[in-house]
């Protein structure tokens, strides 16, 4: 299995501010991704982060709102810029662990932009 | 596209009575479905997952589910419930036959009453 490593746990933020967002993995991975999940509403997926390139985003999702980065295989980040009170949700990294096909969730962000 | 409908936002029953969560999907393609629980502050887990084997999976926790494609759907049944049991669940199914990139649905919150 995969253990995940989430920082913040939970943060408050001004509107107009960024906030990076760090996953860290106890393994290598070749997959990770970034989900949102805001109130009341089911798990929406960012992004996939890939090493050493850009990320690929989902519809909706840009890079300019929510960069991300992935220096090696067992880090990433991601930073909510700009922050509007619409971007408060929570933050899940998830890695896909290929040798049990099992996809991982970290703990989650629980981001509030006031 | 795939979608998943979770009927039901919050499903409350006694300890020691049957649960079940109720889970339609629409896919253009053989889906595979997931099941993930979440516990409070804590990453969602992996229950189980059908990718196109048996029809009755069999996960973690006692918990089980059945694809039925004739009515699309993947509801998850416990036999008998546990306090324990009590957290949010999330049916998922995958899109483009991955196991890693999927769609929510919107969760179900189990309570289980003593």
């Known amino acids: 299995s995969a253990v995940i490593s989430q920082k913040p746990s939970r943060d408050i933020c001004q509107r107009g501010t960024s906030l990076t967002i760090q996953c860290q993995v106890d393994s290598q991975v070749t997959m990770m991704f970034w989900y949102r999940q805001q109130p009341g509403q089911s798990l929406t997926l960012i992004a996939t982060?890939?090493?050493?390139?850009?990320?690929?985003?989902e519809s909706g999702f840009v890079i300019d709102k929510f960069p991300i980065s992935r220096p090696n295989l067992t880090f990433s980040t991601l930073t909510v810029s700009n922050m509007s009170p619409e971007d408060s949700s929570i933050y899940l990294c998830?890695?896909?662990?290929?040798?049990?096909?099992?996809?991982?969730f970290g703990s989650g962000t629980q981001l509030s932009v006031l | 596209a795939q979608s998943v409908t979770q009927l039901g936002s919050h499903v409350s029953v006694s300890e020691g009575a049957l649960v079940l969560l109720r889970c339609n999907y629409s896919s253009s393609v053989p889906p595979y479905l997931f099941w993930y629980v979440q516990y409070p502050n804590q990453g969602l887990q992996l229950l189980l997952k059908?990718?196109?084997?048996?029809?009755l999976v069999k996960g973690i926790n006692g918990f089980e589910a059945e694809f039925k494609k004739s009515e699309t759907s993947f509801h998850l049944t416990k036999p008998s419930a546990h306090m324990s049991d009590a957290a949010e669940y999330f049916c998922a199914v995958s899109r483009g036959g991955s196991n890693y990139k999927l769609t929510f649905g919107k969760g179900t919150l189990l309570t289980v009453n003593p």
């Open positions: 998830s890695v896909w662990a290929a040798n049990n096909e099992k996809l991982f």
């Open positions: 982060a890939n090493q050493g390139s850009e990320a690929t985003y």
């Open positions: 059908y990718t196109s084997a048996a029809t």
